[in-house]
C-alpha cells in the first residue's frame, strides 16, 4: 500500500491556473493520454505513471509521439484497460507498462454493474483515478478535471492530424456522449466517496463534485516543485505522422471512409423507411 498522496491530473483548462501550494512535491503524479502537449510543465516533469486510452486506432501515434519527447520528462510508468491500447504501447514502451487493476473484486463488480447499466464507458482520468486506489491512494487529488464546463476542452490547441482524427470541433465540443456520461463518472466517483479507504480531493469548487470530494487546503510553505510552470518551447504540436511503418494519412483515409460509408447507410435507411 502506498500512503503517498495521489495526483490524477486530466487535460482540463485548469490543470494551468492551479493556486500556489497545491502540489506537494512527494505527490504520486499520474498523467492522462495526451499531457505532452502541454505548452509548460504544468506539474514539473516528473510523470510518476502515465495512463493511456482512448481510440487504439490512433494509440499507435500517442506513444510515437509521447516516445520521441520522452527526454522530457522522467516518465517512470504506463498502464491502460483497454487490451488494444496496451499492445500499441509495447512497441516503444514494454519496460514501463503496468496492469489496470481494482483495490478489490467488489469494488470492480460493482464499476462494471454501472457500466452495464449506463451502456458507456468511464473516461480515462476515472480509469486512472481507480487504478491509484487500487495501488493504495488513501488520498486522491483530481486537478484538470472540469466536466467540460470550459468553452476550451484542452489547456493546448491542437493540430491538423488530431482535429482530420477525432473532429475539426473538437476542442469545443465537450464530452463524447458515444462512448461516455458524465453521471456515469460521478457515480463512480460516489462509489468511492462511500468507502472509509479513500478520500477525494479537489483544488477548485466544482459544483457537480459537492458531496463528493473536498476542496484541498493549498499549503504555500511546500517546496516548490522542480521545473513546474517552466515553458516547452519544443512541444509537439501535433500527433506524429508516421508510427514505425503505419501513416497516420492511411488512419484519416480510413475514418473518411467510414463516415461515408455511415452517411450511405443513413440515407439507404431513411429512403427505405418512406
Not at 462494471?112 to 480509469?127: A, C, R, V
Request: proline share 7%; net charge positive; charged share 20%.
Amino acid at each position: 500500500m502506498n500512503t503517498r498522496r495521489f495526483v490524477i491530473a486530466g487535460n482540463g483548462p485548469s490543470i494551468a491556473q492551479l493556486p500556489p501550494g497545491v502540489l506537494h512535491e512527494d505527490d504520486f503524479i499520474i498523467r492522462v493520454n495526451n499531457f505532452f502537449f502541454e505548452p509548460l510543465y504544468y506539474l514539473g516533469r516528473r510523470v510518476d505513471l502515465a495512463y493511456m486510452a482512448g481510440d487504439p486506432r490512433v494509440a499507435p501515434f500517442m506513444f510515437e509521439t509521447l516516445h520521441r519527447w520522452r527526454a522530457d520528462y522522467d516518465l517512470r510508468a504506463l498502464s491502460s484497460h483497454n487490451p488494444k491500447v496496451w499492445r500499441a504501447g509495447q512497441r516503444r514502451f514494454a519496460d514501463l507498462l503496468q496492469p489496470m487493476r481494482y483495490r478489490d473484486a467488489q469494488l470492480e463488480a460493482d464499476v462494471q454493474q454501472l457500466i452495464t447499466q449506463s451502456g458507456k464507458h468511464p473516461t480515462s482520468g476515472i480509469y486512472a483515478i481507480l487504478l491509484a486506489h487500487a495501488m493504495g491512494a488513501s488520498e486522491i487529488l483530481m486537478l484538470g478535471f472540469d466536466f467540460y464546463a470550459q468553452p476550451q476542452r484542452y489547456p493546448f490547441s491542437v493540430g491538423r492530424h488530431y482535429r482530420a482524427l477525432m473532429g475539426q470541433d473538437v476542442a469545443q465540443r465537450g464530452m463524447d456522449r458515444r462512448l461516455h456520461d458524465q453521471e456515469l463518472d460521478l457515480d463512480i466517483l460516489r462509489l468511492l466517496q462511500r468507502r472509509a479507504d479513500v478520500t477525494l480531493l479537489t483544488a477548485d469548487d466544482i459544483p457537480v463534485l459537492h458531496g463528493i470530494a473536498q476542496v484541498v487546503t493549498p499549503q504555500k510553505t511546500v517546496s516548490q516543485i522542480p521545473h513546474m510552470l517552466q515553458p516547452r518551447p519544443d512541444a509537439p504540436k501535433d500527433w506524429v505522422a508516421w508510427s514505425g511503418f503505419y501513416p497516420i494519412a492511411c488512419l484519416k483515409l480510413l475514418r473518411r471512409l467510414s463516415a461515408c460509408w455511415h452517411k450511405i447507410v443513413q440515407r439507404l435507411e431513411s429512403g427505405f423507411g418512406k
